[in-house]
Each structure stands twice: as C-alpha cells, then as structure tokens.
C-alpha cells in the first residue's frame, strides 16, 4: 500500500565509496530476500525478529573543527548498528511505516527538503517514534567540485526548512550520492552539522550491498537504504542481518546528540 505518490526526487545510485574501505559485495543473508509485494504490514511484523533492549548509549566523541568529520560508522565497540532512510520524495508505504511504528524500530531519516515539506504527515508519523529527520540537501545534486556557496545553500536551507516543519534543526548530514569534497564538510560544519555521513551497507530490494572486504555487520555499522517500493523488504532483512551478527539496531541520534555531552 502507498502514501500518496509525488513526482520522484532524484534517487541515491551506486557509487564507489570515498574512503579505504571500496570493496562492495552482494550478499543474502537469507533463503529468498524477494519477498512479493501484495503481502500485509502484519505479514513483515510476523517476521521481523526481536531483540533486548540496547546498551545505554554512550555519546561518541566528535571533531568540533572548521569540518564536519566523514564517517561511514560510528566509533562505538557497542554491540549495536543504525538503520538510515534517504530522499523521500518516490514512495512512502504503509508496511514499512508499519514496520517501524509496531516493531519500535530506530530509524534516522536523510531527507531532501522538498520531500520532507510536501509528505510531513508521513514523515512526522515516523519523526513520532523517535526517529530523527536529518540533512539531504534541497535538490539532491551532486555537491562534489561545487562553489562552497552553492554546497552551503543546498545544506543550509535544507536545514532551514526541516526545522520549520518539524521543530528540530537537523544537525547530521549525508551529501547525495554519497560525494563530498573538503568543500563539502567545511559547509556542512558552518550550517550547524556536527557529523557527515556515508554508509557500511546499502539495501535494496531485500539484499544487503557490503562496502567493506569483510562482508558482515559490526559494531557501530550504518545500513543506507532508501524510500522505495521495497523499503520494508530492505527492513526485514537488515533487522535479520543485524540479529544474526548478535547486535541490536540503535537510534543514531543517541550516539551523537545535538550537543557535546
């Protein structure tokens, strides 16, 4: 089932990771990742696993520099792993609004303003859970070799508009397509944002995408996966994967909080 569709914003594509750790590799970690479409919120609910309940957070330090540091996981030996959200704009569906609602999964959004604006009662449904709504930029273009005017702009008023409609000003950032330059990070920091994001996983379609040669979940790991058809496809099976490497899915925003703790 689907939330009213829009025209779609331009989507996340595949990309060679800027940093050490390019190796990419599908993997399944389950028997049929394709799960058929037609089937309920309650059918995905039936199956997604439970967990404990997770260690007390401990704020992670962060570089308060003149840029913001990239990171593709979060420097924690926590037992824990975080599920982010990006774009927006394509499709929002029920059952992984279900998902996340019902099995009290924690979840950080990525949004591109637009998107974020124009589906705000979607997006506070899950902004309600306890999931944070977080930088995209506006038109998702590619910032890389961009004026720092125009890579400020498109984070700023992203930030900007976020904070209007829902309370909050975004404080973490995940630049499109998963490309920055130093240009990037030094415009992120001067809009407010406190950590870059990139990815250790990307899901889609239900299979898990690795970036890094080890081919398995760790702690501190950061799941990219996207508001597509196949969003609670991409839950089910990223909850199973972090069960079945003994972690717990954690809310990001605890981990780095707005302020230094």
Request: proline share 9%; with cysteine; net charge neutral.
């Amino acid at each position: 089932m689907v939330e009213g569709q829009s025209s779609p914003t331009p989507e996340a594509s595949a990309v060679t990771p800027p940093s050490p750790t390019t190796t990419s590799a599908e993997f399944d970690p389950l028997p049929s990742p394709t799960i058929p479409y037609d089937k309920s919120a309650g059918w995905y609910l039936e199956r997604v696993p439970t967990f404990g309940k997770p260690p007390k957070a401990e704020p992670v330090e962060v570089d308060n520099g003149g840029s913001t540091p990239w990171w593709s996981r979060v420097p924690t030996q926590h037992n824990v792993a975080f599920i982010t959200i990006d774009d927006g704009g394509l499709i929002r569906t029920t059952e992984a609004l279900e998902i996340i609602k019902r099995a009290k999964v924690p979840v950080t959004l990525f949004l591109n303003s637009p998107a974020a604006t124009s589906h705000a009662d979607y997006f506070k449904k899950i902004q309600a859970t306890g999931a944070g709504i977080q930088n995209h930029t506006v038109t998702h273009r590619n910032l890389k070799g961009q004026s720092y005017e125009f890579q400020k702009k498109e984070i700023n008023d992203c930030a900007d508009q976020i904070e209007t409609v829902y309370g909050q000003r975004p404080y973490l950032f995940r630049p499109p397509f998963g490309n920055y330059d130093a240009v990037t990070l030094k415009a992120a920091r001067d809009s407010g944002m406190r950590v870059s994001f990139f990815w250790t996983q990307t899901v889609d379609q239900g299979f898990i995408h690795y970036q890094t040669s080890q081919k398995a979940v760790r702690p501190g790991d950061v799941f990219l996966m996207h508001f597509r058809p196949m969003l609670a496809d991409d839950l089910l099976n990223t909850l199973r994967a972090i069960k079945e490497a003994g972690l717990t899915p954690a809310r990001l925003e605890d981990y780095i909080p707005r302020a230094a703790a």
